[in-house]
């Protein structure tokens, strides 16, 4: 069973800098893209940031600029460093990988992480 699980959150005033980490376990074979939602109250979730295997990444037009997502294949972690950060940016952030697993090489699917809490206050 694959399990992620996100750090790093916490409370920060606005113009300060977080950064949040994503730590896949388990069977894990290979794990194409990854990357962060958040989800905001009253809002759709959104998506952040992504990176693919090959480190190409997109951002949401909300971010670019300010945050910056990275990834370290040899201990299954994906991170996302935010800097200049605004209250609007206060959400539950969530991780997702798309992992595939050693006893079926072949089938990625979606992994997601329980949430860490960022709050920016003014």
């Known amino acids: 069973q694959v399990q992620l699980v996100e750090s790093g959150g916490g409370l920060v005033q606005a113009g300060g800098s977080l950064r949040v980490s994503c730590v896949a376990s388990g069977s894990i074979f290979s794990i194409n893209d990854m990357g962060w939602y958040r989800q905001a109250p009253g809002k759709q979730r959104e998506l952040v940031a992504r990176i693919t295997s090959v480190d190409t990444t997109n951002y949401a037009d909300s971010v670019k600029g300010r945050f910056a997502i990275s990834r370290d294949n040899a201990k299954n972690t994906v991170y996302l460093q935010m800097n200049s950060l605004k209250p609007e940016d206060t959400a539950v952030y969530f991780c997702?990988?798309?992992?595939?697993?050693?006893?079926?090489?072949?089938?990625?699917?979606?992994?997601w992480g329980q949430g860490t809490q960022v709050t920016v206050s003014s």
């Open positions: 997702y990988m798309e992992v595939a697993t050693r006893t079926s090489t072949w089938l990625f699917r979606e992994r």
